[in-house]
Structure formats: C-alpha cells, structure tokens
C-alpha cells in the first residue's frame, strides 16, 4: 500500500472510529496481522486484505447450504492426519489474513479450542463460494493471494443453472509460477484423487 492510506482505507477508518470511537487510528500503511488479531468487536468473519479490513454482508441461503453441503463431503473420507475446518482465519503474510469458506489443513497445526487462525503452509486446500458482493475478491484477489503463499489446491464455487445449484471449479498450484492452473470444471458431481479422495454430489443441495 506505500508509504499513504488508501481512500478506501481512509474511508474504512472513519466509519470504524465513529462506530467504535475508542479503536485506534489505522497506521498509515494500514493494519498488520498482529493489528487484526489484537482489534476488540470486530464484526464476524472481518478480513485483512492488505492491511485493510474487509466486512461481510448478509449471505444468501445458496451460500450457507453450498458450504454446508462440501463441509460434509470433504468430512466423509477426510485421511487422519487432515482436518476440515470452516470460516478462519488464514495468515497468508504480514498484512493478509483472509477467511476462507472451508480449508483442509494438516491434523497437526490444530490447537485448542481458543485457536483463532492457521498459517498459510498448514492449508492444503481453500474453498471459497462466490457471493454477490465479494465476486472479484472471490474470483481474483483471493485466489492470487492463496497461489503466492503456496497454498496447493484451491476450489471456487459459483452458484449456476435454472436450479441455482454448485459448480465447483478445481484448481492446483503450479510450484514453479506460483499461480492456479484448473483441473476440472464439476456441475453434478464432484469426484477428485487430490488432495485426497472426494466424492460429492452436488445435486443433494436440492435436499438441504
């Protein structure tokens, strides 16, 4: 972000102020990670997006029934040492730590259960699905940002068809560039060997 704030992030923080008049003034290059993570009554599920702070708006029912529905897929035949987990925090550097819809991550970064966050080289897989308002940090930002850290898989999931029903689109890091290559575009059923092996019909939304 250099050296000034943003006026999106000028803008950020003059709402947050005059909501909550004794939070600090952001640091001209914006927050940091340790900022985030010591900020009081932050909204759930708030993001840091290069220091800016990133809010969520109301979700659509897809949304809700979509993570659902993959949650309990990737918990079916989950290998003992990955653990599903939905909604946190991931470190993805100093001024980064998104909050994707679901990730796989290693059994043994798992703490206790005050833990509020994992590091980008526990995640083997993001998921994230695509909402109204956040279609371009869905679609891009994100993406991009999971790709640079490292992170091997990563799912996006759009809500399409007459019956408003998920198609995944799959992605692997190509190590070498450091960018998402697709692996499959999936519309009713989600069968995969990697990262371990899933299959989901994701028709049986019409069901939840």
Do not use: C
């Given at each position: 972000?250099?050296?000034?704030?943003?006026?999106?992030?000028?803008?950020?923080?003059?709402?947050?102020?005059?909501?909550?008049?004794?939070?600090?003034?952001?640091?001209?290059?914006?927050?940091?990670?340790?900022?985030?993570?010591?900020?009081?009554?932050?909204?759930?599920?708030?993001?840091?997006?290069?220091?800016?702070?990133?809010?969520?708006?109301?979700?659509?029912?897809?949304?809700?029934?979509?993570?659902?529905?993959?949650?309990?897929?990737?918990?079916?035949?989950?290998?003992?040492?990955?653990?599903?987990?939905?909604?946190?925090?991931?470190?993805?550097?100093?001024?980064?730590?998104?909050?994707?819809?679901?990730?796989?991550?290693?059994?043994?970064?798992?703490?206790?259960?005050?833990?509020?966050?994992?590091?980008?080289?526990?995640?083997?897989?993001?998921?994230?699905?695509?909402s109204p308002d956040s279609e371009d940090r869905d679609r891009d930002t994100k993406?991009?940002?999971?790709?640079?850290?490292?992170?091997?898989?990563?799912?996006?999931?759009?809500?399409?068809?007459?019956?408003?029903?998920?198609?995944?689109?799959?992605?692997?890091?190509?190590?070498?560039?450091?960018?998402?290559?697709?692996?499959?575009?999936?519309?009713?059923?989600?069968?995969?060997?990697?990262?371990?092996?899933?299959?989901?019909?994701?028709?049986?939304?019409?069901?939840?």
């Amino acid at each position: 972000m250099g050296g000034t704030m943003t006026a999106e992030a000028r803008s950020e923080a003059s709402q947050l102020r005059r909501a909550n008049p004794g939070w600090p003034v952001p640091p001209p290059d914006g927050y940091t990670v340790d900022d985030f993570f010591t900020l009081d009554d932050l909204p759930p599920h708030t993001e840091l997006i290069d220091g800016s702070l990133v809010f969520v708006s109301p979700q659509r029912n897809f949304h809700t029934l979509a993570m659902y529905l993959l949650e309990q897929g990737l918990r079916q035949h989950v290998p003992n040492d990955l653990r599903v987990r939905r909604e946190m925090a991931v470190v993805l550097g100093k001024r980064n730590a998104p909050e994707p819809d679901l990730v796989v991550v290693k059994a043994d970064s798992v703490g206790g259960l005050r833990q509020t966050r994992y590091q980008a080289a526990d995640v083997l897989l993001a998921v994230e699905v695509v909402s109204p308002d956040s279609e371009d940090r869905d679609r891009d930002t994100k993406p991009h940002k999971y790709a640079a850290a490292g992170i091997k898989h990563f799912w996006l999931v759009e809500m399409t068809g007459e019956r408003d029903r998920p198609m995944v689109i799959t992605y692997e890091l190509d190590p070498v560039n450091k960018t998402y290559v697709s692996t499959g575009v999936h519309h009713d059923r989600l069968k995969l060997s990697a990262p371990y092996d899933i299959d989901i019909d994701l028709t049986a939304i019409d069901e939840l």
